[in-house]
């Protein structure tokens, strides 16, 4: 049995206000049950998601980190900062940070490690673009994102994470790819991970990602090797983003 996780990335969205009001409508109306939920914030706002969520089910996390411990990284976030707010969660490799901000595997991996040395749960994304797919390379694409963190963090890591299947198409352009796209890429990463290690990879969440909404999370998420999603757009409705956790 695997954890069902609905993970809501806000990217650079929000003013204290809608956080305020975003949260108050989470907390309102979230219905108890056993799906893990988490929401990762900008950085400026994880103290007054802290605050707010204190005492809550829901989870919250940023959506970077720097690799590095401390010191001389202008404009960087640590891990330990990241702890000081209570974040349990950080969402890595997402492809926004590889295409604008030139995020190479070998960084993301470096990440992945020191999340969780940390003690965080890195959520791991990995996605092909749609030239990628109409070559014929998504399988090709989204193992080697996947292995390159497999390769210097060890299969056992991923006992402590989450990964995230994100078709770069599908993000934010309310193309969602079709359960049965998104199912037979779930099984490609699952099967691969099995082959390192059954017991890690039958047990790991592997969430879909990109243009879930509330009318299509469930038929995505009843599928067999979809645990979940994370949620970019419809995490900024709250009732959008609860009808999404209700689905899982
Ligand atoms: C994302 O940014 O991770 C994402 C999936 O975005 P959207 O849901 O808006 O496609």
Same mark, same amino acid.
Request: proline share 0%; aromatic share 10%; hydrophobic share 40%.
């Given at each position: 049995m695997r954890t069902a996780v609905v993970a809501g990335n806000w990217k650079m969205n929000g003013t204290k206000a809608t956080v305020a009001s975003l949260l108050r409508g989470l907390k309102a109306g979230l219905a108890p049950g056993r799906t893990q939920v988490i929401v990762c914030a900008p950085f400026p706002y994880l103290s007054q998601v802290s605050d707010e969520l204190s005492g809550s089910p829901i989870q919250w996390g940023a959506q970077n980190v720097s690799q590095?411990? %401390?010191?001389?990284?202008?404009g960087e976030v640590s891990l330990e900062m990241l702890k000081d707010f209570g974040c349990t969660h950080v969402i890595l490799g997402h492809s926004e940070r590889r295409a604008l901000?030139?995020?190479?595997d070998d960084v993301i991996a470096d990440k992945f490690c020191a999340a969780l040395a940390a003690g965080l749960t890195p959520i791991l994304c990995v996605g092909e673009t749609l030239e990628q797919r109409e070559s014929g390379e998504t399988n090709t694409v989204v193992l080697q994102q996947l292995m390159a963190v497999v390769d210097k963090?060890?299969? %056992?890591?991923?006992?402590?994470a989450i990964l995230a299947y994100e078709p770069v198409w599908a993000i934010g352009t309310g193309l969602t790819a079709t359960p049965g796209q998104a199912q037979e890429v779930h099984e490609i990463l699952r099967m691969c991970l099995r082959d390192l290690d059954e017991a890690v990879a039958s047990k790991l969440s592997i969430l879909y990602g990109g243009s879930v909404k509330a009318s299509n999370a469930a038929e995505l998420f009843s599928?067999?090797?979809?645990?979940?999603g994370l949620i970019?757009?419809?995490?900024?409705?709250a009732e959008e983003f609860l009808a999404i956790c209700q689905a899982a």
């Open positions: 590095h411990t %401390a010191g001389a990284y202008t901000f030139s995020e190479q963090a060890g299969i %056992a890591s991923f006992a402590g599928c067999a090797d979809i645990d979940g970019g757009g419809a995490s900024l409705d």
